[in-house]
């Protein structure tokens, strides 16, 4: 997988395999991040929460485009290990925190700082989504103005108004792709 645009345009990232890891493809990630720069993400400002991370990938595109440095959470220690490998193949390591834990555990905690972009890509078919919506909300780890993107299964049941504190964005599908943005007001 390659990395789109910015800094690091061109470089590949690895990845990991197994059940629940589908990295997001390059067309869905190209126009996520251009409805997220249409609605005002000015990445040079941004500190990234990318929450399942799986391979990194959003995270890694983000800090490509100038995000001041991004948190890669995944409970998964392979996962993790392959995130700071990439990490440091691409000599950002001073911009990535990668953090083994629950996702959705870790959005209950309370935060170290608030964030402006968040990135959650739960596995299929858990409903992992909403749990992780309160907690993030809760905890106050949204700074004023952030965008929360979630990548789910085309198909899964939300009440995508039932946030409070967010406001709907987009809900649109790409192939068995469902992403939704929300805005924090």
Request: one cysteine or more; charged letters at 25%; proline letters at 4%.
């Amino acid at each position: 997988m390659k990395i789109i645009a910015g800094a690091l345009k061109g470089r590949t990232l690895k990845t990991v395999t197994g059940p629940g890891y589908r990295p997001a493809m390059g067309k869905v990630r190209e126009s996520l991040f251009s409805l997220l720069e249409a609605r005002g993400v000015v990445w040079a400002e941004s500190i990234i929460l990318d929450l399942f991370a799986g391979s990194g990938s959003l995270a890694f595109e983000a800090i490509s485009r100038g995000a001041k440095k991004a948190y890669f959470i995944e409970k998964d220690s392979n996962a993790a290990k392959c995130i700071a490998k990439n990490a440091e193949t691409l000599a950002i390591t001073d911009k990535c925190n990668i953090i083994i834990d629950d996702a959705v555990k870790f959005a209950g905690k309370k935060p170290t700082e608030q964030v402006s972009v968040v990135f959650i890509d739960p596995p299929y078919a858990q409903n992992l989504l909403p749990q992780t919506l309160k907690n993030l909300i809760r905890r106050e780890w949204l700074e004023p103005g952030a965008f929360v993107v979630a990548e789910v299964e085309k198909h899964l049941k939300i009440d995508t108004e039932a946030f409070e504190g967010l406001t709907l964005e987009l809900d649109r599908n790409y192939g068995s792709t469902r992403i939704i943005i929300w805005y924090q007001e």
